[in-house]
């Protein structure tokens, strides 16, 4: 049977470049469904889903639409129109895969669409903005998005635009083959596991461990979207507990710098009573971009982790006040919660010898916990630096006293 791919697009403008994009998915054995999400429609031949249906879906007066300038009003209804009406068709056995192409509006819209469809359903978008500094980020989101650079504009079916759509259907064709696995955990329980380069060693040792014990590990970058991907997965029901190492986002979030994790960091876990092992990594540290930097911020302890980014020590009372966040949100957890303090080091870049090594500012941190956490919340500290061994075996042992 032919795998059902959603062809989306802005026809009015788009037309004939989305037609030859469908005209060759079905060349190569795809079977594809134009939906047509342009605020003004089109009469175009070959639509399965025209933009006036898509309209009502997303709750708008398509007729009314036509002749109104609001702009982002239209791309919104359209957006949540066309989302539903995805969900219908994956609802219906009829999703197997998405392609769309734009260039920025339309990139945002087809986006918008795939990040509202489920983790494991293939999604390319094809996009001649997608270099564009920022873009990219706002495209993909949290999302499992492959972004397709068309270099030239989305104008005229030329020889040059011809070869990205070609290439881009038959990566489209190799992502819905009927040998690729189900992105659910079929044995064992699957734990998300929050790392960054200075606890590599210590998510590793963790991970191999628990491997053992029967446990699917699923790793996420601590680097802001990571976390963010993380927190949409959890909520999405793919994980039974997690092990947040590198929950360093929150303060980030806070202070708004780069690697902000959102403001729903460390709080989905603890509303579905998941299990959580919590620990420090990178949460004494900041990494402003180098636009926000403010004078003083020279004069901080520093740990130049490469030539791009820069850890600088959070100040002691910054470090209370983030202390304070991680109190509030641990408080209401649900389920079983043990945060893990190393002693000698929260980090490879905190390690005796280095600047920013310092315990007992870093008690300041433990201590608001203490003060503030509710009694049932387990405080553990290890004699270690967090990269040490004897932390990582602790890290397991808690672990599957909750898990």
């Keep these: 049977m032919k795998k059902s791919v959603l062809v989306i697009s802005t026809l009015d403008t788009k037309g004939q470049e989305t037609l030859y994009l469908k005209d060759k998915l079905k060349t190569i054995g795809l079977a594809p469904i134009l939906m047509d999400i342009s605020g003004r429609g089109s009469d175009i031949a070959g639509i399965d889903i025209h933009a006036a249906r898509v309209a009502e879906a997303g709750g708008g007066a398509f007729e009314e639409m036509k002749s109104s300038r609001d702009r982002t009003r239209i791309t919104n209804i359209m957006m949540t129109g ?19 192409l734009g ?7 087809g986006t918008e669409i795939m990040r509202s469809l489920p983790f494991g359903i ?125 929950p360093g ?37 900041m990494t402003p971009a180098r636009s926000k930097y403010k004078p003083e911020f020279h004069e901080r302890r520093k740990f130049d982790l490469d030539k791009l980014r820069t850890w600088i020590r959070l100040s002691p009372e910054e470090l209370k006040e983030v202390a304070g966040i991680f109190a509030e949100k641990l408080n209401r957890s649900k389920g079983p919660v043990t945060v893990m303090i190393p002693l000698n080091g929260w980090s490879s870049a905190d390690l005796p010898g280095n600047d920013t090594h310092d315990p007992a500012e870093d008690r300041l941190f433990t201590q608001v916990l203490k003060e503030k956490l509710k009694p049932e919340i387990q405080i553990v500290e290890v004699d270690a630096n967090l990269e040490d061994p004897a932390f990582a075996t602790a890290v397991v042992e808690n672990a599957l006293k909750i898990f």
Aim: some cysteine; charged content about 20%.
């Design 103 to 109: 260039g920025s509006t339309g990139s945002l819209m």
């Design 122 to 246: 293939p999604k390319v978008m094809i996009s001649s903005t997608a270099a564009l500094p920022g873009l990219s980020t706002r495209y993909i989101g949290t999302g499992d998005i492959a972004l397709f650079h068309s270099v030239v504009e989305i104008s005229g079916v030329s020889d040059l635009l011809k070869n990205v759509m070609d290439r881009a259907a038959h990566a489209l064709a190799g992502l819905v083959a009927d040998d690729i696995a189900s992105p659910k955990a079929e044995k064992g329980k699957a734990i998300a596991l929050t790392m960054l380069g200075p606890c590599e060693k210590c998510a590793s040792s963790v991970r191999m461990a628990l491997e053992q014990k029967g446990y699917q590990i699923i790793g996420f970058s601590a680097a802001g979207i990571g976390d963010r991907a993380m927190e949409d997965m959890i909520a999405a029901g793919f994980f039974q507990g997690v092990i947040d190492l590198a």
């Design 249 to 285: 986002g929150v303060g980030e979030h806070h202070f708004a710098f780069m690697r902000d994790a959102g403001p729903n960091r460390l709080e989905t876990a603890g509303k579905l009573g998941l299990p959580q092992i919590v620990s420090t990594c990178s949460v004494n540290h």
């Design 82 to 100: 066309g989302s539903r009406l995805a969900a219908n068709l994956g609802a219906e056995g009829k999703l197997d895969g998405v392609i769309a």
